[in-house]
């Protein structure tokens, strides 16, 4: 073979092992997904519908796996496509009332394989006609029926709220403080609650409340609120965010606000513990077992929940309001039997918590007792986290940041159990030292 023919030989090996390598290098970061992966993620699992109102609901469902990763979820309702998200829960919007919708998810990863569709979940929105509940007999017997019978600390029963059901809530507290009624009913009904017009014949003259309650078929247990029409102590509120969990605060609460007329009851609406879900707000608690973050179920330690939300209507709309949070723990010996706070080291102009500690002793002198804001070397259960704390006294975080300045409206007081909280007893002394105070 010539010396030509040689090197034209030797080009076009040169030539085609450039193409051969230039083929290989194409794709620098791997195989091409959409020519290499056949595999579809796995079929998502346990789609379930909550939180349904007039024009939503609350789908989530268990996640998919697969072998590169989920892309994400295509929602279908009715059988035509809604949308695609990359999260395992969505909030349909924009539905009609009295309506029945069917949704189901797929999966799908980054080369286009889909999953099997989820099981299907068919429900139907709530109607738009709410009308106002009417009741009489004994409150207490009422309220407390419902703080015996809220979930307990497990079941994943609590949801949090979205914004719009927040939004709707709000309205409706602003309308009950107005003696709004009609609107109030219509607003809660978006979102699974009523009011219940309730009459204390026990009471004289009888006395008219609004309680602010869920509907037994719903399942948002967001809490429950009972307004004075006409209170005694238009500046006392009363809240109890642990009733299911500290013992007999709920029904301690529930007793002090009606012997006092005062003007708002607040009431978690599950354990504390109920749900599984983490709040993102600072702190930590062995209530839940270990020492881990507070749970979005803890009223006292999460900010988006209507009884934080309450708080702030309640608190934006009426400047002169006092709120008394009653809360119970286990007396270790060094430990007083009352423990109290402002939410801060600070002494207010008013000093709410030292006039209910004084009258408080003038109830039962043997009680001993520590105040955040006087014995300030004292760190133990002083409510520095609590979100409402926070909140009333104009935390620049109610979620994350304790308070470094005092409204002196707020008032956390963590009692022992026999001295205070232990029967109806102890009940009496505390509500006639709020009666004294207010």
């Known amino acids: 073979m010539s010396n030509t023919k040689r090197a034209n030989s030797a080009q076009k090996v040169i030539l085609l092992l450039m193409l051969v390598f230039l083929g290989c290098s194409s794709n620098d970061n791997g195989p091409d997904i959409n020519n290499s992966d056949t595999i579809a993620p796995t079929q998502p699992t346990n789609l379930v519908a909550s939180q349904i109102t007039q024009n939503s609901m609350n789908l989530s469902w268990g996640a998919s796996t697969d072998n590169i990763g989920v892309a994400n979820y295509s929602i279908y ?146 809490g429950t609120y009972v307004f004075s029409k006409t209170p005694e102590r238009a500046n006392l509120i009363i809240m109890a965010p642990h009733s299911k969990y500290d013992t007999n605060t709920g029904k301690e609460a529930v007793f002090s606000f009606k012997d006092n007329l005062a003007k708002v009851l607040f009431l978690n609406g599950t354990h504390r513990c109920n749900s599984s879900q983490l709040s993102s707000c600072s702190g930590t608690t062995s209530a839940c077992g270990s020492s881990d973050a507070f749970r979005l179920s803890d009223m006292a330690h999460t900010t988006t929940s209507m009884f934080q939300k309450t708080t702030e209507n309640v608190f934006t709309n009426d400047p002169n309001s006092v709120f008394v949070q009653l809360h119970g723990f286990s007396k270790q010996a060094t430990d007083p039997y009352v423990i109290m706070s402002n939410g801060t080291r600070e002494t207010p102009v008013t000093d709410y918590a030292t006039l209910i500690m004084n009258a408080l002793i003038v109830e039962d002198n043997t009680l001993t007792f520590k105040l955040a804001h006087i014995d300030t070397t004292w760190t133990r259960l002083i409510g520095f986290t609590n979100s409402q704390g926070r909140l009333i006294n104009s935390s620049n975080n109610h979620c994350t940041e304790s308070a470094i300045t005092t409204s002196g409206r707020f008032i956390h007081i963590e009692q022992e159990k026999t001295k205070l909280r232990d029967d109806i007893a102890g009940w009496t002394k505390m509500s006639n030292a709020l009666k004294s105070v207010f």
Do not use: C, H
């Open 77 to 222: 309702r009715d059988g035509n496509i809604l949308t695609s998200i990359q999260l395992t829960n969505y909030v349909a919007n924009g539905l009609s009332p009295e309506t029945s919708y069917e949704f189901k998810i797929k999966a799908k990863d980054a080369a286009g394989n889909e999953s099997a569709f989820s099981n299907a979940v068919t429900a139907m929105t709530l109607a738009d006609v709410s009308t106002l509940q009417m009741a009489s007999g004994d409150l207490e017997v009422y309220v407390n029926a419902i703080v015996d019978n809220a979930p307990d600390s497990s079941g994943d029963d609590y949801s949090e709220p979205n914004s719009s059901q927040l939004t709707a809530w709000d309205v409706a507290v602003t309308s009950i403080l107005q003696d709004d009624i009609t609107n109030a009913v219509t607003k809660v009904g978006e979102v699974g609650y009523q009011i219940t017009e309730f009459t204390d014949t026990t009471l004289s003259p009888n006395q008219v409340f609004y309680v602010l309650e869920k509907k037994t078929s719903e399942s948002n247990y967001w």
